[in-house]
Protein backbone atom coordinates (compact mmCIF):
# COMPACT_ATOMS: atom_id res chain seq x y z
CA UNK A 1 0.00 0.00 0.00
CA UNK A 2 1.47 3.64 -0.54
CA UNK A 3 2.07 6.39 2.04
CA UNK A 4 2.94 9.60 2.35
CA UNK A 5 5.19 11.09 5.18
CA UNK A 6 5.68 15.02 6.06
CA UNK A 7 7.90 14.77 8.85
CA UNK A 8 7.72 18.52 9.38
CA UNK A 9 4.16 19.43 11.36
CA UNK A 10 5.26 22.40 11.75
CA UNK A 11 7.28 25.24 10.15
CA UNK A 12 7.61 29.27 9.79
CA UNK A 13 9.45 31.56 7.46
CA UNK A 14 9.98 34.80 7.38
CA UNK A 15 8.47 37.43 4.59
CA UNK A 16 10.32 38.07 1.43
CA UNK A 17 12.57 34.39 2.56
CA UNK A 18 12.43 30.73 1.13
CA UNK A 19 11.50 28.00 2.61
CA UNK A 20 11.35 23.72 1.64
CA UNK A 21 8.49 21.40 2.71
CA UNK A 22 9.76 17.83 2.87
CA UNK A 23 7.31 14.78 1.46
CA UNK A 24 8.25 11.58 1.34
CA UNK A 25 6.06 8.13 -0.22
CA UNK A 26 6.27 4.37 -0.60
CA UNK A 27 5.82 2.71 -3.54
CA UNK A 28 6.14 -0.04 -6.03
CA UNK A 29 4.11 1.42 -8.87
CA UNK A 30 6.43 3.26 -11.70
CA UNK A 31 3.95 5.21 -12.97
CA UNK A 32 2.34 7.77 -10.49
CA UNK A 33 1.20 11.47 -9.88
CA UNK A 34 2.47 13.78 -6.93
CA UNK A 35 0.90 16.63 -5.47
CA UNK A 36 1.22 19.75 -3.07
CA UNK A 37 -2.44 21.24 -1.78
CA UNK A 38 -2.74 24.60 0.37
CA UNK A 39 -5.45 24.77 3.07
CA UNK A 40 -5.64 28.32 4.09
CA UNK A 41 -7.74 29.29 7.05
CA UNK A 42 -10.59 29.49 5.20
CA UNK A 43 -10.40 25.96 4.98
CA UNK A 44 -10.33 25.10 1.08
CA UNK A 45 -8.32 22.81 -0.64
CA UNK A 46 -6.29 24.62 -3.45
CA UNK A 47 -4.13 22.70 -5.59
CA UNK A 48 -0.81 23.87 -5.88
CA UNK A 49 1.47 22.22 -7.87
CA UNK A 50 1.52 18.50 -9.41
CA UNK A 51 4.26 16.19 -10.84
CA UNK A 52 4.34 13.48 -13.03
CA UNK A 53 6.39 10.65 -11.83
CA UNK A 54 7.69 10.13 -15.49
CA UNK A 55 8.77 13.38 -16.20
CA UNK A 56 11.84 14.23 -15.03
CA UNK A 57 11.91 17.95 -15.20
CA UNK A 58 10.71 19.43 -11.91
CA UNK A 59 7.29 21.27 -12.38
CA UNK A 60 7.50 24.87 -11.74
CA UNK A 61 4.12 26.89 -10.69
CA UNK A 62 5.42 30.81 -9.83
CA UNK A 63 6.67 30.79 -6.70
CA UNK A 64 6.51 27.75 -6.33
CA UNK A 65 8.61 24.31 -7.43
CA UNK A 66 9.34 20.97 -6.25
CA UNK A 67 12.54 18.88 -5.98
CA UNK A 68 11.04 15.29 -7.35
CA UNK A 69 14.00 12.58 -6.61
CA UNK A 70 11.94 9.44 -8.19
CA UNK A 71 14.50 7.33 -6.66
CA UNK A 72 14.58 8.83 -3.11
CA UNK A 73 10.96 8.88 -3.32
CA UNK A 74 11.05 12.58 -1.86
CA UNK A 75 9.01 15.00 -3.49
CA UNK A 76 9.20 18.32 -2.01
CA UNK A 77 8.12 21.85 -2.27
CA UNK A 78 9.85 25.00 -2.52
CA UNK A 79 8.15 28.58 -1.71
CA UNK A 80 10.39 31.19 -2.92
CA UNK A 81 10.34 34.89 -1.86
CA UNK A 82 6.95 34.06 0.84
CA UNK A 83 4.10 35.97 1.65
CA UNK A 84 1.58 36.51 4.49
CA UNK A 85 -0.66 34.81 2.24
CA UNK A 86 1.12 31.87 2.39
CA UNK A 87 0.26 30.90 5.56
CA UNK A 88 -1.63 27.37 5.53
CA UNK A 89 -1.40 23.93 5.57
CA UNK A 90 -0.08 21.92 3.18
CA UNK A 91 -0.53 18.81 1.91
CA UNK A 92 1.62 16.48 -0.14
CA UNK A 93 -0.50 13.93 -2.06
CA UNK A 94 0.33 10.90 -3.86
CA UNK A 95 -2.04 9.21 -6.53
CA UNK A 96 -1.76 5.84 -8.60
CA UNK A 97 -1.55 6.46 -12.27
CA UNK A 98 -4.56 3.52 -12.66
CA UNK A 99 -6.25 4.57 -9.67
CA UNK A 100 -8.90 7.69 -8.99
CA UNK A 101 -7.79 7.70 -5.31
CA UNK A 102 -5.35 10.24 -3.90
CA UNK A 103 -3.54 9.57 -0.49
CA UNK A 104 -2.81 12.22 1.87
CA UNK A 105 0.25 13.03 4.31
CA UNK A 106 -0.32 14.32 7.63
CA UNK A 107 0.25 18.29 6.36
CA UNK A 108 2.97 20.88 7.74
CA UNK A 109 1.38 23.79 8.96
CA UNK A 110 3.30 26.59 7.34
CA UNK A 111 3.41 30.42 9.20
CA UNK A 112 4.55 33.36 7.31
CA UNK A 113 6.24 35.77 9.41
CA UNK A 114 6.12 39.57 8.24
CA UNK B 1 -15.76 29.25 -13.01
CA UNK B 2 -16.63 25.41 -11.90
CA UNK B 3 -16.63 24.30 -8.30
CA UNK B 4 -17.51 21.72 -6.30
CA UNK B 5 -20.18 22.84 -3.91
CA UNK B 6 -21.32 21.36 -0.50
CA UNK B 7 -24.00 22.21 2.06
CA UNK B 8 -24.32 22.72 4.38
CA UNK B 9 -21.05 25.16 5.17
CA UNK B 10 -22.06 24.70 9.05
CA UNK B 11 -23.73 22.55 11.00
CA UNK B 12 -24.28 21.93 14.57
CA UNK B 13 -26.31 19.07 15.86
CA UNK B 14 -27.45 17.03 18.86
CA UNK B 15 -25.67 13.31 19.70
CA UNK B 16 -28.49 10.98 17.87
CA UNK B 17 -29.81 13.10 15.27
CA UNK B 18 -29.23 12.47 11.71
CA UNK B 19 -26.88 14.63 9.23
CA UNK B 20 -26.81 14.84 5.55
CA UNK B 21 -24.10 16.77 3.78
CA UNK B 22 -24.65 16.97 0.32
CA UNK B 23 -22.19 18.12 -3.10
CA UNK B 24 -22.75 18.87 -6.28
CA UNK B 25 -18.96 18.07 -7.81
CA UNK B 26 -18.24 20.02 -11.33
CA UNK B 27 -19.48 19.09 -14.46
CA UNK B 28 -18.46 16.23 -16.56
CA UNK B 29 -15.95 15.12 -13.47
CA UNK B 30 -16.62 11.02 -13.28
CA UNK B 31 -15.50 10.38 -9.78
CA UNK B 32 -16.61 12.01 -6.88
CA UNK B 33 -15.02 11.54 -3.18
CA UNK B 34 -15.72 11.96 0.81
CA UNK B 35 -12.81 12.84 3.00
CA UNK B 36 -13.34 13.50 6.51
CA UNK B 37 -10.44 15.69 8.13
CA UNK B 38 -9.73 15.76 12.14
CA UNK B 39 -6.91 16.65 13.96
CA UNK B 40 -5.86 13.43 15.13
CA UNK B 41 -6.23 11.64 12.32
CA UNK B 42 -5.74 14.29 9.25
CA UNK B 43 -7.68 13.81 5.81
CA UNK B 44 -9.27 9.91 5.18
CA UNK B 45 -11.06 8.94 2.44
CA UNK B 46 -14.66 7.56 3.74
CA UNK B 47 -16.00 6.77 0.04
CA UNK B 48 -16.21 7.28 -3.50
CA UNK B 49 -17.72 6.30 -6.91
CA UNK B 50 -16.59 6.54 -10.23
CA UNK B 51 -19.81 7.01 -12.85
CA UNK B 52 -22.12 7.19 -9.86
CA UNK B 53 -20.74 3.58 -8.80
CA UNK B 54 -19.81 2.95 -5.20
CA UNK B 55 -16.39 1.64 -5.59
CA UNK B 56 -14.49 2.15 -1.85
CA UNK B 57 -16.36 2.62 1.24
CA UNK B 58 -14.11 0.72 3.16
CA UNK B 59 -13.11 3.69 5.37
CA UNK B 60 -16.84 4.81 6.24
CA UNK B 61 -18.24 3.30 9.22
CA UNK B 62 -21.00 1.21 8.40
CA UNK B 63 -23.38 0.90 11.02
CA UNK B 64 -24.24 4.90 10.97
CA UNK B 65 -22.89 6.44 7.54
CA UNK B 66 -23.91 5.97 3.96
CA UNK B 67 -22.84 7.70 1.16
CA UNK B 68 -25.09 7.90 -1.92
CA UNK B 69 -25.12 9.29 -5.45
CA UNK B 70 -28.92 10.17 -6.62
CA UNK B 71 -27.45 11.15 -10.23
CA UNK B 72 -24.57 12.79 -10.97
CA UNK B 73 -25.04 16.40 -10.23
CA UNK B 74 -25.47 15.33 -6.18
CA UNK B 75 -23.87 13.56 -3.64
CA UNK B 76 -24.54 13.06 -0.03
CA UNK B 77 -23.26 11.50 2.65
CA UNK B 78 -25.70 10.95 5.54
CA UNK B 79 -25.06 9.99 9.45
CA UNK B 80 -27.44 8.03 11.29
CA UNK B 81 -27.54 8.50 14.76
CA UNK B 82 -24.53 11.15 14.92
CA UNK B 83 -22.29 10.97 17.91
CA UNK B 84 -19.79 13.14 19.12
CA UNK B 85 -16.72 11.54 17.47
CA UNK B 86 -18.05 11.90 14.62
CA UNK B 87 -17.38 15.77 14.71
CA UNK B 88 -15.20 16.79 11.84
CA UNK B 89 -15.00 18.86 8.40
CA UNK B 90 -15.73 16.54 5.94
CA UNK B 91 -14.77 17.28 2.30
CA UNK B 92 -16.52 16.31 -0.94
CA UNK B 93 -13.95 16.22 -3.85
CA UNK B 94 -14.13 15.64 -7.46
CA UNK B 95 -12.00 14.52 -10.59
CA UNK B 96 -12.19 13.29 -14.14
CA UNK B 97 -9.67 10.17 -12.85
CA UNK B 98 -6.33 9.78 -14.78
CA UNK B 99 -4.28 10.86 -16.92
CA UNK B 100 -4.89 14.08 -14.76
CA UNK B 101 -5.43 13.00 -11.54
CA UNK B 102 -6.01 15.68 -9.31
CA UNK B 103 -9.07 16.25 -7.58
CA UNK B 104 -11.07 19.38 -7.03
CA UNK B 105 -12.21 20.50 -3.28
CA UNK B 106 -15.52 21.41 -2.28
CA UNK B 107 -14.48 24.21 0.93
CA UNK B 108 -16.16 21.16 3.19
CA UNK B 109 -18.59 20.88 5.74
CA UNK B 110 -17.59 21.43 9.44
CA UNK B 111 -20.04 19.01 11.77
CA UNK B 112 -20.38 19.52 15.44
CA UNK B 113 -22.36 16.98 17.31
CA UNK B 114 -22.81 18.00 21.06
Known amino acids: AQTVTQSQPEMSVQEAETVTLSCTYD???????LFWYKQPPSRQMILVIR??????QNATENRFSVNFQKAAKSFSLKISDSQLGDTAMYFC???????????FGTGTRLQVFP | DARVTQTPRDKVTEMGQEVTMRCQPI?????VFWYRQTMMQGLELLAY????????DSGMPKDRFSAEMPDATLATLKIQPSEPRDSAVYFC????????????FGEGSRLTVL
Open chain 2, 93 to 104: ASGSGPPKGELF
Open chain 1, 27 to 33: TSENNYY
Open chain 1, 51 to 56: QEAYKQ
Open chain 1, 93 to 103: AFGGFNTDKLI
Open chain 2, 27 to 31: LGHNT
Open chain 2, 49 to 56: FRNRAPLD
